[in-house]
Nanobody, 124 residues
Framework: QVQLVESGGGLVQAGGSLRLSCAASGRTFSRDGMGWFRQTPGKEREFVAAIDWSGDSTDYADAVKGRFTISKDNAKNTLYLQMNNLKPEDTAVYYC?????????????????WGQGTQVTVSS
């Protein structure tokens, strides 16, 4: 059974940092693109960041570019999202996604596997 389990969310003040992790089990994602998405109540899930299988190519939503960094450790089968200079508008449930049909997938439908999400709350 394939599982993606996010961790590292929490409550942080504006300007602070958090590091999200996504531990994969049940299959290796070392040859797959992976990504992070986020969702707030009443809104569609939105793209945050994506990375290709090797880690050499990344893509970011404009809203997080320069503040967030996506990375993956293929040896540990784990995806990361380093979030710096957090803003209240970054408050959302963050989801890890795996096995993108595109090298660096920006669209939710491009991913086959999803985690359950981790809450990130940024206070002003």
């Amino acid at each position: 059974q394939v599982q993606l389990v996010e961790s590292g969310g929490g409550l942080v003040q504006a300007g602070g940092s958090l590091r999200l992790s996504c531990a994969a089990s049940g299959r290796t994602f070392s040859r797959d693109g992976m990504g992070w998405f986020r969702q707030t109540p009443g809104k569609e899930r939105e793209f945050v960041a994506a990375i290709d299988w090797s880690g050499d190519s990344t893509d970011y939503a404009d809203a997080v570019k320069g503040r967030f960094t996506i990375s993956k450790d293929n040896a540990k089968n784990t995806l990361y999202l380093q979030m710096n200079n957090l803003k209240p508008e970054d408050t959302a449930v963050y989801y890890c996604a795996g096995r993108s049909v595109a090298p660096v997938g920006r669209r939710a439908y491009e991913y086959a596997y999803w985690g359950q999400g981790t809450q990130v709350t940024v206070s002003s």
